[in-house]
């Protein structure tokens, strides 16, 4: 069952980001992330009765694969604990992991991609056609996607800093959790008979689109100062 409190504190931190100002909104991820990694730790200090059961949960479903979302989706899944797929019988865009980082996750999803929808908008017009503006969603979600990715990577390596509250993690620690997530959703997915296919190709037809959506994605801040009570690729494919 997820913790109440861990996830209120995440969505007030994602509620921050309501500016349309590429320099002034956030998505404050990387503080959501850093917070689901610390309460997980947590979880595993307590033993492995504590520990939250694998499940699944829909995002949104599209008639086709669409290459922008669910790239972003599986970034947001990948640096969270989970993974992102989508049903290719059904259209069903969905998450699976634990139950905290499965609300998490779906909460960045909706800031994340409707981040990139407002913008994407805002560049309707002056003969930028459709092409261009599905290559700037997919530009803008790939470097949404790296950046997330790196934060996850730079837990991994460095571990995670002490705070007031917190003690200091080890890298090592990081990465088994992570690890561990990962071995516990293969076996779900395993007792449930999932076959999984990895999708990569990523095609745009507008480099100049694709270009401008990498920069805007470059902007959206994925951190910000909040105050203190507020504060604390894969691309699978199921058939």
Not at 93 to 103: A, D, E, K, Q, Y
């Given at each position: ?27 404050a ?17 307590l ?13 949104e479903t ?33 998450l699976?992991?634990?139950?905290t ?71 090592i ?30 095609q ?36």
């Amino acid at each position: 069952m997820a913790d109440t409190s861990i996830v209120e504190k995440i969505k007030k931190l994602l509620a921050l980001a309501t500016s349309s100002n590429e320099n002034e909104s956030t998505a404050a991820a990387e503080k959501a992330s850093l917070l689901l990694a610390q309460y997980n730790l947590g979880l595993a200090d307590l033993g492995p009765n504590h520990q939250e059961e694998i499940d699944e949960s829909g995002v949104e479903t599209t008639s086709k694969f669409v290459t922008w979302k669910m790239m972003l989706l599986s970034g947001i899944a990948e640096a969270n604990g989970c993974t992102g797929m989508r049903n290719t019988y059904t259209g069903s865009m969905f998450l699976v992991g634990s139950s905290t980082n499965l609300i998490v996750c779906k909460h960045l999803y909706e800031y994340l991609s409707s981040a990139i929808e407002k913008r994407a908008k805002y560049r309707k017009g002056n003969g930028r056609g459709l092409a261009y503006l599905n290559a700037f969603r997919v530009g803008c979600a790939t470097r949404l996607r790296q950046r997330l990715l790196e934060q996850k990577r730079e837990m991994e390596e460095s571990g995670i800093p002490g705070s007031v509250d917190t003690a200091a993690t080890p890298a090592i620690v990081v990465r088994s959790m992570f690890e561990k997530n990962q071995l516990a959703i293969a076996d779900y997915l395993e007792g449930r008979g999932v076959k999984i296919k990895t999708r990569t190709d990523s095609q745009v037809s507008s480099e100049a689109g694709f270009n401008s959506g990498y920069e805007v994605g470059d902007k959206i801040s994925l951190q910000k100062q909040v105050q203190p009570e507020g504060e604390q690729k894969q691309l699978n494919e199921s058939l």
